[in-house]
Nanobody, 122 residues
Framework: QVQVVESGGGLVQAGGSLRLSCTVSGRIFRMNAMGWYRQAPGKQRELVSAVNSGGGIDYADSVNGRFTISWDNAKNTVSLQMNSLKPEDTAVYYC????????????????WGQGTQVTVSS
């Protein structure tokens, strides 16, 4: 059983900062990638940032330069430092993990956390 647990959401004023953390636990052979997605009311879930085991990092254009993702592979933890927050960053943020359960077993779709609310007031 693989569990994905997020923490760190909350309410902040525009221009403020928040740090999200996500820890993956369970029977993991190898972590391929971890990332953060968000979903605002009435909108589709979108990629915010992701990092893979090769060190590749991707950011959505809307957060590039304001958000920083970091991955502690030894601890299966990924963090998202969010600076200069804007009201349009308000959403539920979800952590996603793309893992291998063995050398040949890679669950389709990966694993998702339960989500953490980020609210930015103007």
């Amino acid at each position: 059983q693989v569990q994905v647990v997020e923490s760190g959401g909350g309410l902040v004023q525009a221009g403020g900062s928040l740090r999200l953390s996500c820890t993956v636990s369970g029977r993991i052979f190898r972590m391929n990638a971890m990332g953060w997605y968000r979903q605002a009311p009435g909108k589709q879930r979108e990629l915010v940032s992701a990092v893979n085991s090769g060190g590749g990092i991707d950011y959505a254009d809307s957060v590039n330069g304001r958000f920083t993702i970091s991955w502690d592979n030894a601890k299966n933890t990924v963090s998202l430092q969010m600076n200069s927050l804007k009201p349009e960053d308000t959403a539920v943020y979800y952590c996603h993990a793309d893992v291998m359960l063995s050398a040949f077993e890679r669950p389709q779709g990966g694993y998702w956390g339960q989500g953490t609310q980020v609210t930015v007031s103007s």
